[in-house]
């Protein structure tokens, strides 16, 4: 079956632009999170949701990084007024959700990612 | 400090190699021990998944975990040249909703 997408592939733009990444977890996972991966930072966590809620926001790092996730699908990263410290690869991933309602660490289908570079 | 630490390398073996890669931490709460391979432009994929203390092995892969030195590793028995990549390893705890933390990768080379 179809893994998680992400588009766009790539993405430049310039110093100020509002970026909108899109992400399509895998059909009938509940769970789907977004991870940035600097040049030498290891992969840090943004934000993940259950279904259309987000319990955790806590990687975040400004709050001009927000993201959507509707009909418990398709997700959206948007990141306004870009700066060049943005500049980086955004990583989608989704899994099941357990039978206890709780998303235990259970393997996590990540995508091919959106390299991002602000000019 | 960062709550897992992992040496960046890059390392360089010849093939047939065993490979011993490691990951240090910091959280005691961390439970589930994760190692992920990441190829080149591509996203990470799952190796091996441990969760608490103890051993793992999956064909030429061995996963340790020594949570009371929070401590962890991923031997790679007979390297190949196709093991080349970025190895990652990440760790959760219970409640964390699935949130993985990640060290920042290991970069290997196997040459053939």
């Known amino acids: 079956g179809a893994g998680v997408s992400q588009s766009p592939s790539n993405k430049v733009t310039e110093k100020g632009k509002d970026v909108e990444l899109r992400c399509d977890p895998i059909s009938g996972h509940t769970a789907l999170y977004w991870y940035r991966q600097s040049l030498g930072q290891g992969l840090e966590f943004l934000i993940y949701f259950q279904g259309n809620s987000a319990p955790d926001k806590s990687g975040l790092p400004s709050d001009r990084f927000s993201a959507e996730r509707t009909g418990g699908s398709v997700s959206t990263l948007t990141i306004q007024r870009t700066q060049q410290e943005d500049s980086a690869v955004y990583l989608c991933?989704?899994?099941?959700?357990?039978?206890?309602?709780?998303?235990?660490?259970?393997?996590?289908?990540f995508g091919p990612g959106t390299r991002l570079t602000v000019l | 400090q960062k709550e897992v630490e992992q040496d960046p390398g890059p390392l360089s073996v010849p093939e047939g190699a065993i490979v011993s890669l490691n990951c240090t931490y910091s959280?005691?709460?961390?439970?589930?021990f994760m190692w992920y391979r990441q190829y080149s432009r591509k996203g990470p994929e799952l190796l091996m998944y441990t969760y608490s203390s103890g051993n793992k092995e999956d064909g030429r892969f061995t996963a340790q975990v020594d949570k009371s030195s929070k401590y962890i590793s991923l031997f790679i028995r007979d390297s190949q040249p196709s093991d080349s990549a970025t190895y990652l390893c990440a760790m959760s705890t219970y409640n964390q909703g699935g949130k993985l933390i990640f060290g920042q990768g290991t970069e290997l080379s196997v040459k053939p």
């Open positions: 991933a989704s899994s099941f959700l357990d039978r206890g309602g709780w998303v235990m660490a259970d393997t996590q289908y």
């Open positions: 959280n005691s709460a961390f439970q589930y």
